[in-house]
Structures are given as structure tokens and as C-alpha cells.
């Protein structure tokens, strides 16, 4: 069984479509969170994700600011302006799906979450910041988005606390027997780890791995889409660095 990971999709149709092509072979989806806001083709990416086969799908913090469910005092005014462009693009289905959507989900020992535990919308950042995931977690694999940060974090031994371990350039991730593990595959629509490539990931359930992939897309594509939109320059411009 292989899972395609996909997180932060934001609105992001050029590069949704480049990583799902990527993945074809895949036999399921899971999906943590953020799949609108920023971009300019929310209702696109929301139809995309929801034909996906054998999809578990979590929220993330601007799925639910789109529908009224989150605080916008939390956004900056660039994601503020483009979730209220959002609201406005959705479809009654569309933000009822929004709506519908846990904020965590289990599929066979792993965790999926948008951002952390005991809260579901903190960023992991940190060794410190994972560390509290992993005492609130209750096995030995998460997966997580929300930072926009290709990387994941392992506990080997109860005496060692978590490494960071980058997986801007990609990778791969050996699940061992007695460690514990939170992945974070990167942002699909708008990375922010330096490298503009989409970020995904596949996870090899029988074989304990975890591939870690970037594939380039047609950044002025979507750019011109944004700009169209009057999006915030700001928003279209960071996604010609990756930052
Ligand atoms: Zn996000």
C-alpha cells in the first residue's frame, strides 16, 4: 500500500496537478490540510482533492478561516485579503465539504494533523516545538503540514530528544521499528524552505519508508492566474523563490 501525501495545496492548481500526476500509481491519499487560500483556484483544487481514491483528508487553519470557522485576527493581512477573495469563490458544496473536515484523522498507526498536538493549528518548527507532539501523540508516526517546511523530526531513544532533519532536496525516511517519527512533506502551493518546487510525499506502509519528492511546475502560470485575481503581489512573487 502507498499513500500519497499531499498538504497545502493552497489554491494552487498548476502545481496540484503536477504533483497528482506524480503520483498516478498511488492506491490512496492523505491529505493534511490547507487546501485553499493564497491561490487563485480554490474551487478547482477542492474538486481535484475530492475525487481522489481512498482519501482521508484533514483541516488546516485557512480551509476553516475560508468558512468562518477560524479567527482571521491570526492571519497577516496578505493571507487575510486572499481568504476573503476565497470565501467569496466558494461554491455551498464546496465550503460545506470545508466545513465537514476533522482536524485530526488515524489511518493504521499514524496521526494526521495540519499543525501539532495538543493543539491542531501550532507549528512544529523546532526540536522543542516537536518534542510536546510527540508527548501528546499516541503512536509512533504523524504526519503534518502547516509549516510550509520539507522536513521531519525522529526519536530514537527515550534518553535523546528529537532531531530536525531537512528534506528540502527531498529524501528518504526510514520508519525503524522502535523510533518515532513526525513528517512533514512540504507545501504543494506555496513552499517556504527555499527550494520553489512543489513538495509531496509517499508513504510505503508494508516497506516503513517514506519518499520525499519535489517536482517543478508552471510558477508564471499560476502567477499570471493571481495576478489576474488581484491577489497580493506579495503572494504571487514568493512563489518564484520558494520563500
Ligand atoms: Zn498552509
Redesign the pocket.
Known amino acids: 500500500m502507498t499513500y500519497g501525501l499531499i ?2 495545496i ?1 489554491g494552487n492548481l498548476e502545481a496540484l496537478d503536477a504533483v497528482l500526476t506524480e503520483l498516478s500509481d498511488a492506491d490512496g491519499f492523505l491529505c493534511l ?2 487546501i485553499v ?2 491561490g487563485a483556484d480554490p474551487g478547482p483544487c477542492l474538486t481535484r482533492v475530492r475525487e481522489l481514491s481512498n482519501l482521508i483528508c484533514v483541516a ?3 480551509d476553516l478561516a475560508a468558512v468562518g470557522s477560524y479567527d482571521l485576527g491570526w492571519f497577516n493581512p496578505f493571507a487575510r485579503a486572499a481568504i476573503e477573495w476565497t470565501t467569496a469563490q466558494l461554491t455551498d458544496e464546496h465550503a460545506a465539504y470545508l466545513r465537514s473536515l476533522p482536524t485530526t484523522a488515524h489511518i493504521d498507526s499514524a496521526l494526521l494533523v ?1 499543525g501539532s498536538l495538543p493543539n491542531e493549528m501550532d507549528y512544529i518548527t523546532s526540536a522543542a516545538e516537536a518534542r510536546l507532539c510527540f508527548d501528546a501523540m499516541p503512536g509512533n508516526l504523524a504526519f503534518v ?4 517546511v520539507t522536513e521531519y523530526y525522529e526519536v530514537r531513544s527515550r534518553s535523546r530528544g528529537p532531531r530536525q532533519i531537512s528534506l528540502s532536496s527531498g529524501g528518504e525516511v526510514e520508519l525503524r521499528d522502535k523510533g518515532r517519527y513526525i513528517v512533514n512533506p512540504g ?1 504543494i ?2 513552499p517556504r524552505d527555499g527550494n520553489p518546487a512543489a513538495s509531496f510525499g509517499e508513504w510505503h506502509v508494508e516497506a516503513g519508508t517514506v519518499t520525499i519528492r519535489r517536482v517543478p511546475y508552471d510558477i508564471e502560470a499560476a502567477q499570471a492566474k493571481m495576478r489576474e485575481a488581484r491577489l497580493p503581489e506579495y503572494l504571487l512573487e514568493r512563489l518564484s523563490v520558494g520563500r
Request: net charge negative.
Open positions: 498538504s497545502d493552497h490540510g490547507d487560500g493564497y488546516g487553519n485557512h495540519h503540514g502547516h509549516t510550509h507545501a502551493g506555496q
